[in-house]
């Protein structure tokens, strides 16, 4: 079963989301069904980048194990973790690592858990398609945009370089909740969470690209499939981080050479959730179909070494 997302698929993700959790009462009587006797609930939320892909695993999942539901959320990865340290959820998504004051968050609650890498991401800066100027950025030159001393002092892009037109810049980017934000900040500016602020914030990549879309002189940046399903209505800019210009790919991220922007993506699993036997057998489906999911949800795949790290933790979740 091949899904097409032609309007983007954060712009149907909510209808996604939605139904996802039904979709196993909707495929009781189907004969893919294969006569799994698992039931329950799986609660996941977090990352807004990540959900996309946890959603399409929860939908196939669900075909095959019509008596358990799965609902994924989109919280963004900081109030994920909130809800999962609260032990509200069973599975976080992630666009960043848990950061310490969130490991301290979920050992004062008692709760443990699991990481694992689901997926590999380019994040895609990008451009209004009339942008004929900036094909390559810098890092310095996107810190230059971004810094927080830019607020105020630089708004047109030929205080970026003087090789760039007279242009107003405009900037949209992720939530100071987002870790796409966080990466992003850490990154260019060299610190998690330092960033002009007269910028227009979304954890909705939608307003993004509409923003971008609708400004010659817009740039914006997300999660590399999100581009790759509107590409047409866009540019994607290629990144120097010292070697030259490279353009985000899977390629390019599987060979190193993306940099600074290629980042993982991750969940984690609750021990106390991991302990049900739907929640390790969702786990053990998607590592099982990682490859097919992630080509069909427009990720970059584990590599080699990826794999075998996370067979080892899939063993150690089996094991719980």
């Known amino acids: 079963m091949t899904r097409k997302f032609p309007l983007g698929r954060k712009a149907t993700l909510g209808l996604a989301l939605a139904t996802v959790a039904v979709l196993g009462a909707c495929s009781s009587d189907d004969s893919s069904d294969g006569g799994s006797d698992l039931s329950g609930s799986i609660l996941i939320d977090g990352s807004s980048t990540v959900a996309p892909l946890l959603t399409l695993a929860a939908e196939d999942f669900q075909i095959e194990n019509s008596g358990v539901r799965v609902t994924v959320g989109t919280s963004g990865t900081g109030g994920g973790f909130e809800k999962f ?9 992630a666009s960043r690592p848990i950061k310490d004051e969130e490991i301290q968050l979920c050992a ?3 709760v443990e858990y699991f990481e694992m890498i689901v997926a590999n991401d380019a994040l895609t800066v990008v451009v209004n398609n009339e942008n004929d ?4 950025l810098t890092v310095e030159q996107l810190n230059k945009m971004w810094a927080p001393e830019a607020e105020g002092t630089v708004d047109n892009w030929n205080e ?29 500016n060299g610190e998690e969470g330092a960033s002009r602020t007269d910028y227009s914030p979304s954890e909705d990549d939608n307003v993004t690209i509409t923003g971008v879309e609708g400004d010659k002189g817009a740039l914006g ?3 590399y499939s999100y581009y790759e399903e509107n590409a047409d209505r866009l540019t994607a800019v290629e990144i120097d981080g010292g070697e030259g210009c490279v353009a985000p790919s899977a390629e390019a991220v599987q060979d ?8 993982p ?16 057998a969702f786990a053990r489906y998607f590592y099982d179909n990682q490859d097919s999911i992630t080509e ?3 990720f970059v795949a584990l590599d080699d070494e990826q794999k075998a790290v996370e067979e080892e933790n899939l063993a150690a979740i089996e094991g719980a």
């Open 85 to 93: 340290c609260a032990g509200e959820t069973d599975i976080s998504n």
């Open 108 to 110: 004062d609650a008692g």
């Open 133 to 136: 100027w900036a094909t390559c």
């Open 160 to 188: 970026v370089d003087p090789s760039f037109p007279d242009q107003a810049l405009s900037l949209f980017g992720a939530g100071t909740d987002s870790g796409t934000f966080d990466y992003f900040t850490k990154e260019i």
């Open 221 to 223: 940046y997300f999660g």
């Open 256 to 263: 190193g050479s993306y940099t600074p922007l290629a980042r």
């Open 265 to 280: 993506l991750y969940i984690y699993i609750a021990k106390e959730a991991a302990a049900r036997a739907e929640v390790k």
């Open 296 to 298: 069909e949800a427009l």
